[in-house]
């Protein structure tokens, strides 16, 4: 398992931005697919976005798809989510995982997980 560790949330107002990132500790932290998930009280983590070993254009749920964007800096060892036009229903706390297996949208297969960062958006 390797170190997560998210940064970046906050409150935000309805139709604003913000970034999060995710250091990980792994010096060989181009070897693992990345993903990010959300969990809003009551409710199980879901998918939010994945990126594969060697980066790419990244996999994305519905509900996020051409708001959100996922990418890797492989010399900082840092996977960002970019998030914008954000909404209310957007809140939720954000998680991000790492898996030595490949891309995924399944929890289960990921490795290891960040503690979560908290994004709050207002109406």
């Known amino acids: 398992q390797v170190q997560l560790v998210e940064s970046g949330g906050g409150l935000v107002q309805a139709g604003g931005s913000l970034r999060l990132s995710c250091a990980v500790s792994d010096r060989t932290f181009s070897a693992y697919a990345m993903g990010w998930f959300r969990q809003a009280p009551g409710k199980e983590r879901a998918f939010v976005a994945a990126i594969g070993r060697s980066g790419g254009r990244g996999s994305y749920s519905d509900s996020v798809k051409g708001r959100f964007t996922i990418s890797k800096d492989v010399a900082k060892n840092t996977v960002y989510l970019q998030m914008n036009s954000l909404k209310p229903e957007d809140t939720a706390v954000y998680y991000c995982?790492?898996?030595?297996?490949?891309?995924?949208?399944?929890?289960?297969?990921?490795?290891?997980w960040g503690q979560g960062t908290q994004v709050t958006v207002s109406s």
């Open positions: 995982a790492a898996s030595s297996w490949a891309l995924s949208i399944a929890p289960a297969n990921y490795d290891s």
